[in-house]
Each structure stands twice: as structure tokens, then as C-alpha cells.
């Protein structure tokens, strides 16, 4: 696709959504979509159909350790034109989800995101996609009348770029929407230290855990 001047043209659309009421295994789906900019890759990444399943895998496991592909669905990747998109089926151990302590169960809803900047000095500018939108809905669904203690909202904008985190509870699922938009395409070595702080507060506010308070 041509690059646009937007940050929503470029980017991803991920839809989690894990089952805590099963305690072996923790069955979760994944729909995608990687747009704009981000889609040549994904589409050279899947374009060959008997490496998809063993990619895909690779993927999730680098995201969440111990995942297993049971089935997915993948776009049309020969449409230069069009975004990719994916739906996978998956498991995962319990505790790569879950941290029990007592009766309370530990969950964190958002993956960390800072080590694209990593934690030295730089000589040069680190150039990345951008401007880009990437957004999360996370939802686990609890066991019966489990209740969720929530973080409150949380947002920062600066120049590099915004993120927001809201957390709810409706019945027995707990949702969370996440939002972070960068606005840079390079960043001079004079702005990677305050670049870097804004990843880690990123990183701190996706990853405040939920304490889900589970019926013994």
C-alpha cells in the first residue's frame, strides 16, 4: 500500500479474548488486522500456505510462551492492495495467563512493548514505522462470580505519540482497551531517552494487574 499520512492507516487491530474458566489449559483466540504499512511483511510472512502454521506458532509463542496453534484463518495475502487479516484458536498453560495467590488470581492485559528501544545510548537515529495506531481489545472471561479489582483509566499524550488503557467488568468478562498511536518516524538521539519513557510508561499502565478475586 502507498504510506499514509494518518496514523490509523498504519498499523494493527488485535481482538484477545481468554478463557480463565478452564485451569489446564487456557484456551484463547486472536483476530487481526495489520494495515497500511504493516501489511507487506505479514503478507511476505504468510504468503507460502504450508509454512503458515508453523509461523503462525512462532509468532504466538514469542507473544505468549507455550502457545499451540489448534486452527486459523488467514486473508487473501496475494491482494497487494488489501490488509491482512488473521483469526487464530489457540491454547496456552494456565500460568503463563494466571499468578495465583491464594484466592486471588494475578492478570495482566497488555504485552510490553519498550524493547523496540532498547536501553542504550544511541549514535543515530532509530527510524520505525510511523506514524501508527495500534489498538487491543483483551477480554477474559472468569470463572462464576468472580469479581475483578480494575485499575482506573489511564492516558498520556507528548510528543512522541498517545496511549490510552480503560479496564471494565460486565458479567463475567473483564475487558480491556488499549490504544497507542506513535507519531515519529526517526528518533534523533537526543529524543531516545524521553522516546524510551514513553514506552515504559506504556509498558507500566498495560501491565498494572487485575486481582480477580475467585469463589473457593
Known amino acids: 500500500k502507498t504510506p499514509m499520512s494518518k496514523a490509523e492507516d498504519n498499523g494493527s487491530v488485535h481482538r484477545w479474548a481468554f478463557d480463565l474458566t ?16 504493516m501489511a507487506p511483511s505479514y503478507r511476505e510472512r504468510y504468503q507460502v500456505e504450508s509454512l503458515r502454521h508453523e509461523r503462525l506458532e512462532s509468532e504466538y509463542a514469542y507473544a505468549i510462551a507455550g502457545s499451540e496453534i489448534d486452527s486459523f484463518e488467514i486473508s487473501d495475502v496475494a491482494d497487494l492492495e488489501a490488509d491482512v487479516s488473521l483469526g ?37 537515529d532509530l527510524e520505525q514505522i ?27 499524550s507528548n510528543a512522541h505519540g498517545q496511549w490510552s488503557i480503560r479496564s471494565t467488568q460486565a458479567g463475567n468478562i473483564v475487558t480491556a482497551e ?33 486481582q480477580i478475586t475467585v469463589k473457593e
Request: charged share 20%; glycine share 4%.
Open 22 to 37: 478452564q485451569t489446564d489449559k487456557i484456551p484463547y483466540t486472536d483476530h487481526v488486522t495489520y494495515k497500511g504499512l
Open 88 to 124: 487464530i484458536k489457540a491454547t496456552t498453560a494456565f500460568s503463563q495467563i494466571v499468578k495465583i495467590e491464594g484466592n486471588t488470581w494475578i492478570v495482566r492485559p497488555g504485552a510490553k512493548i519498550s524493547r523496540v528501544a532498547q536501553s542504550f545510548a544511541r549514535q543515530f
Open 130 to 156: 510511523a506514524p501508527m495506531h495500534l489498538t487491543q481489545t483483551v477480554q477474559f472471561i472468569l470463572p462464576e462470580g468472580a469479581k475483578a479489582a480494575l485499575p482506573d483509566p489511564a492516558a498520556l
Open 178 to 210: 488499549i490504544s497507542l498511536s506513535l507519531s515519529e518516524s526517526k528518533i534523533a538521539p537526543k529524543d531516545y531517552a524521553s522516546y524510551q519513557d514513553f514506552l515504559q510508561s506504556y509498558d507500566r499502565a498495560v501491565n498494572t494487574p487485575y
